[in-house]
């Protein structure tokens, strides 16, 4: 039988603990036998879970025995591992053993120098965190999970379950996970990928920012038709000088700045009306509803219709859709 091994360690989070516990351990064959064995592994034998204690176990040396090993996040991810966390790990490894990481459980597998090379994601809000203390990672913000092969990471709190009915698919095929799916009143697959739930705020303007009365213009006025001469000459600059002060002062360009602030408003309005897509286009700023759509799903990960679904709770209209089923979707990866 396929050995799950979930290392716990102090301070861990324990939706990211549970997540993967439950789902292994009740995935089922088609004959009805257990698909995982499932084993709580920690460092020493009490672990601080914030609002509770936990006793493991198990301990260290049984992850040498784990087919697959889950890291959940904690709520300190950047602490240093605790003594033989590292050496275990990679011992693992280096036999092959499948390591997954939920959400800020990413820092664990960085910190043990696997992910050096690859790619990975975590939570959108510890994104750039995991970028800046390990350079040699490439890290990817707008997915749900990344599969490297031996090495799989997901994104934050549900994302967790994405990434375990991923590889219960892969073990065992999709009639088995479609079955665990269900178990846990979730989609075999979603649509789109964390992206849609980051939430695009307006970047706060660095000290001595030159360009805080143009910024704050052209968020005001971004449901107009503005070319760069008109944000140019807006400003008193060329457009040379203005992609250049832009570039210095906000990492972008005017018109990539504009197109993100007719986006937030798109999603405000998605959010907050039952207007069509056509006419938050037009308030929005974009030329067509064909430009608003593929501006959204590149900058957002979804389309504006499932946008507005996930956030407003508004259910599928496809009457082939059973009431209480969720539709199933291809998975950004």
């Given at each position: 039988m396929h050995t799950v091994a979930v290392l716990a360690l102090d301070q861990v989070i324990p939706f990211d603990?549970?997540?993967?516990?439950?789902?292994?351990?009740?995935?089922?064959?088609?004959?009805?036998?257990?698909?995982?064995?499932?084993?709580?592994?920690?460092?020493?034998?009490?672990?601080?879970?914030g609002v509770f204690r936990i006793r493991a176990a198990y301990g260290l040396e049984a992850l040498a025995e784990a087919d697959t090993i889950i890291l959940p996040g904690t709520a300190a991810p950047t602490l240093p591992l605790p003594a033989g966390v590292r050496e275990a790990l990679c011992a693992a490894a280096a036999t092959g053993t499948r390591i997954a990481s939920v959400c800020v459980g990413a820092f664990v597998l960085a910190a043990t120098g696997l992910l050096d090379g690859r790619r990975a994601t975590t939570h959108w809000r510890a994104a750039p965190l995991l970028a800046e203390c390990h350079p040699e990672v490439t890290v990817d913000p707008d997915v749900l999970y990344v599969d490297e092969g031996q090495f799989l990471t997901s994104a934050g709190a549900a994302a967790a379950l994405d990434l375990c009915l991923h590889m219960i698919r892969k073990d065992h095929g999709s009639a088995v996970a479609a079955d665990a799916a269900r178990l846990s009143v979730m989609p075999l697959e979603r649509e789109g990928g964390q992206a849609q739930f980051i939430v695009h705020t307006r970047p706060p303007a660095p000290a001595g920012n030159t360009l805080e009365p143009l910024l704050r213009w052209l968020e005001e006025n971004a449901g107009r038709d503005l070319t760069l001469d008109d944000i140019a000459a807006r400003a008193g600059l060329s457009t040379r000088t203005l992609n250049r002060r832009f570039r210095e002062q906000t990492g972008t360009t005017p018109l990539q700045w504009l197109h993100r602030a007719r986006v937030?408003?798109?999603?405000y309005l998605l959010e907050t009306t039952s207007y069509p897509v056509e006419r938050i286009a037009a308030q929005a700023g974009f030329g067509s509803p064909t430009a608003f759509?593929?501006?959204?799903?590149?900058?957002?990960?979804?389309?504006?219709?499932?946008?507005?679904?996930?956030?407003?709770?508004?259910?599928?209209?496809?009457p082939r859709t059973p009431t209480g089923t969720a539709p199933q979707h291809p998975t950004t990866v």
């Open positions: 603990l549970s997540s993967p516990i439950e789902v292994f351990s009740r995935t089922r064959l088609p004959d009805g036998r257990p698909a995982y064995r499932v084993r709580v592994c920690a460092p020493q034998e009490e672990v601080d879970a937030r408003h798109a999603q759509r593929d501006r959204f799903r590149r900058v957002v990960g979804t389309s504006p219709y499932a946008y507005r679904r996930a956030f407003r709770g508004e259910r599928p209209t496809n």
